[in-house]
Each structure stands twice: as C-alpha cells, then as structure tokens.
C-alpha cells in the first residue's frame, strides 16, 4: 500500500548544489586521475624491469613480464573493490566491478603464460610444479595457481541465489590465497626483491594493498552508527528503513543516487548494500527503501525506532550532480526507483528548473510505489512521469510491454531540441537495463550520456 503523504519537501536550497559545469570537470578529471593511477600501477613495474634488463633471452624475459604484469594485476583486482571511496566515486560501480572481473580473468591468462614461459626457458622446471618434490617458492607458486582457477571457475558461475555471503566470503578467502601466496612466491624466489630499483617497486606494489586493505577495515570499524527514526512500509514487499544521524551536521554527506552498505552490527562480517532514496539536502536523516527479498532485507523490516544500523557509505558515482545536463531522463525498474527517488527529492528541493522525464516499469499495479509523491513532485519541478506495466489488470488504462523506441520518443517528444543535452538513467535488473541500452542505441542516444546501475552485481 503506497504511503498517502508525500514525502516532505523543504525550501529550495541552490547553495547545496556545486555549478554543474564545475561538478562535470572535477568528475572528469578524478577520472582521468584514477584511471592514470591504475594504468601505472598495472604496468609500471614491467616497464622499469624492461629499461633496466637489457638484452634478454626472449623465453626469460616473456617470463618475466608475464609475472610481474599477474603481480600487478592482482594488486590492482584486490584493490578495485575495497572500497576506496575517491576511486569509486569518479569510476562508478559497475566500471569498477567490469575491470574488477576482466583483470581478474587477464591475471588468469598471464599466470598460466607465466609457468609456460618459465618451462619453456628451462625444461627441467617443470618438478617446480609438483608440490611434494618443489622447493618453497615452486609451493607458493602452485597454491597461488590453484587459488586463481578456483577463483575463476566460481566467477564463471556467479553468485547464486541464497549463497551470497558464502560466496563472498569464499571469495575473499581465495583472493587473500592468491595475493598471499604470490607475494611468498616472489619473495622466496629472491630474483628481482634484490635489484636496487626493483626490489623498492614491488615493495611499493605490497605496501599499496597493505594501505588500501587497513584503510578498508579501519574504515569499516569507524562506519557512522545511525538509529532507527521509523520503518515505513510502501507495498506488501517493500519498506522504507530511516535512520537518523546523531549529532548535528553542517550539510549533505552523500550526492543523489548514490548507494551505502549498511549492518546490523557494529563489527558483523554481514552486510549489503541499498541505494539512499533520501534528498540529499536532508541533513539529520538518510532513507532506504528495500524490497524483503532475503533474511538480512527481512530483519530491517522488524528493527524498531532507536536501535543502531552501521552505515558504509556514500558510493558510487550514478548521480546527475557529475553531468552537465539540461535535463534527465530517468528509466527505473521496481525497486529501482530509489535512486531516481534521490534525484527527484533533491531537484525539489534545490528548486531545480530542469526537466525531468520519468519513465517506472513494473510488474503490475501493485508493484507501482511512490505514486501519491510523484504526484505531489509534479508541482514542484518540471516533472512527467510514465508508467509502464508488464502484467496490466483489466482496467489499465497505461502504457503496457517493454520500454521500446516508439515508448522512449513519446515520452521525450517535448524534448526534442538539438541543443539541449539530455542525460539517461537506468537502474533496475540486468535484463532491464540491456534491453533499454539497446534501445537507446537504436534512439542514437550516445554512450556518454547513459548511465546505468544493475542489482544483483554486488
């Protein structure tokens, strides 16, 4: 049952809102910053080996390189999700997770480059591979292989439904494996830790996983404990979890669409992440809106007023304060809805004046949510919303079927002016989101202009 008062609204507050123009270029340039950082990471340390080597055997040196490229590779796999907080915000989760599970398969293929390289050069290395006969450092090597198949084949298979803790966990356990027994295999092989430039590098490369893994938990053991204000149902399934912040604060901590990981205990190894549906010129409260699918989205819908909650947070960069937009078209699919919910909350607020385009595709009427808000938006900001239904009662009168090209060109008939530069949102499942991306390709919308986030990714 969608909740009859509308969500308040607070005087436009402009002063919360950097000039889009100067948002956009910070974006751009954390960016490129991030990005010049990973490339110089994954292959500075081969580089430096290549001027310093000089002439080599080919076998050898392709041994080399391919080991020291796994190695760095590996570094930057371990980093990419640890949550550092610059590097997520000016990426996006989903690029994150896409380099995450590419350069995780690209260490894969180097680490089986490497053991041929390194038999190729010399034959007789091959008892390096049998773990009984093989001295420490062909042990270290041979525990670390195994650990990336194992790896390997569970990202093949994905996260299975009900399994995502053990799969995390197993994960992570296998990732700590890998790291670890790469760094001995390194280290007993005690070739390039001796050389007077290399032997620094590679222990630049540990030091940096070192850093990012304590900021992490470190991080994570000082995660802002906020108390439950109310748990407010939407529909049968859904709820909305607020929780205020203690204390008082000067401003907004988090942009619009942006996400947080949230636990129930201070230093529980259980956690998930939601989207903020909050404005984010709410100062004293963040909200959540969750769908109960699960025992951990289950157990927020039973907290009461006053118990803690462990916020991890903000992530993410699906936010219209990083684009220089004159408008937004926003494409949600059930449940989310919540990051567009931000967007449209904070444009209220703000007192923004450009259009927004907001496009809900659900089930059936019942899954439908926010509906007497968005009503009440609609006054405040240049607002159309369009519901679309795939299973429709009788008496629908709405748009029904999937979001295509003749749906998406209704919906922005208003907008058709060359100059102004439109900006798409999509979030919602896989199946979703690609289906919208190709038809917003087919629209000729460029790839620049679409940003997406996909549930179950995490």
Partial sequence: MTRPVPHPVTAPLRRDTPP?????????????????????VLVGPSLIWMLRSGPQPLLHQLSVLTGLLALSAMVIVAVLPSRVRGLSGALGLETLLGLHRRLGVLAGVLVALHLACVVADHPERVGLLVPLAAPARGQAATLATIAVVVLLVLALRGVRSGSHEVWRWLHLSLAAVVVGASSLHVLWLNNLVGDAVMGPVLGGLGLLLVAVLVLRWGARAATGEFRVHVVRPESPTVSTLVLARPGRHAGPWFRPGQFAWLRLERMSVEEHPFTIASSASDRGRVEFTVRHTGDFAGRLRELRRGDPVWVDGPYGSFTPD??????????????????????????????????????VHARDRADLLFRAELAHLRTLIDLQVTEVLRRPSADWSGATGPIDTALLAAVLTDLDDPARRLDYFVCGRPQLVGDVLATLTALGVP?????TEQFAQV
Avoid at 22 to 39: C, F, K
Wanted: without cysteine; glycine residues 10%; positive net charge.
């Fill in 20 to 40: 889009p123009a100067d948002a956009w270029l910070a974006h751009r340039r954390a960016r490129t910053v991030w990005g010049s950082v990973l490339v110089t």
């Fill in 322 to 359: 990083s684009v220089p937009s004159t408008g937004l078209v926003l494409i949600a699919g059930g449940v989310g809805i919540t990051p567009m919910m931000s967007m449209l909350r904070t444009a209220a607020d703000r007192g923004d004046r450009r259009p927004y385009r907001l496009v």
């Fill in 447 to 451: 790839d620049d202009r679409v940003h």
